[in-house]
């Protein structure tokens, strides 16, 4: 079943500026977490938050949780064309080994 | 480095054939998913497995089975594929419980005639 729900479906920018995704979930979470998909590949892990932390950064990337809103960004700074990629938000529960995934945000950076 | 490989990268397959995806860890990892991914539907759950010969029905079983006989190694199986069933097929695993992060394998985009 899919809780997470990533705005905007696509994004262009320029190289060089700021991206901006939003996720919002519907149920408690333990933590929630960041991935990247480059066109036709597997996922890979860009960052993690758990329910108790408000802000996390990771080199450009900076992720924020807000549990009373049910939500989080992640925020790419000074963008490169490297960054274009597919980007999905997965929520995950103390009580099972499941992620429950949102449907992605498709970023395109222009040289 | 951690990783996760899958049999194929691309199959072709027809109508009412058995197929195979076979996913392996190099991780000593207990959990291991089967993922399916269409465009605009993200990432659906297929099955999954917490321990070696366990195995849970995740969002969408219907058409497929799993077998885990190895730690390491965990297998898709569409008893007699269907054109609906042509997707990418995502293999990840983790070591932790509680939700955590997951490694994924390169993806096996089936497609079937």
């Known amino acids: 079943s899919q809780q997470g729900e990533e705005d905007p479906q696509a994004l262009s920018i320029q190289e060089g500026e700021n991206a901006t995704m939003n996720c919002s979930y519907k149920t408690s979470i333990n933590n929630l977490q960041w991935y990247r998909q480059n066109s036709g590949r597997g996922l890979v892990h860009l960052i993690l938050i758990r329910s108790n932390e408000r802000e996390k950064h990771s080199g450009r990337l900076r992720v924020t949780l807000d549990t009373s809103k049910k939500s989080s960004s992640l925020l790419i700074t000074a963008s490169r064309a490297a960054d274009t990629a597919s980007y999905f938000c997965?929520?995950?529960?103390?009580?099972?080994?499941?992620?429950?995934w949102g449907a992605g945000t498709k970023l395109i950076i222009k040289p | 480095d951690v990783k996760v490989t899958q049999s194929s990268r691309y199959l072709v397959k027809r109508t009412g054939e058995k197929v195979f995806l076979e996913c392996v860890q190099d991780m000593d990892h207990e959990n291991m998913f089967w993922y399916r991914q269409d465009p605009g539907l993200g990432l659906r759950l297929i099955y999954f497995?917490?321990?070696?010969?366990?195995?849970e029905k995740g969002d969408i079983p219907e058409g497929y089975s799993v077998s885990r006989e190895k730690k390491e190694r965990f297998s898709l199986i569409l008893e007699s594929a269907s054109t609906n069933q042509t997707s990418m097929y995502l293999c990840a695993s983790t070591g932790l419980a509680g939700g955590g992060e997951q490694f994924f394998g390169p993806g096996t985009r089936l497609t079937v005639l």
């Open positions: 497995s917490y321990d070696v010969k366990m195995k």
């Open positions: 997965a929520t995950g529960s103390a009580s099972n080994y499941q992620l429950i």
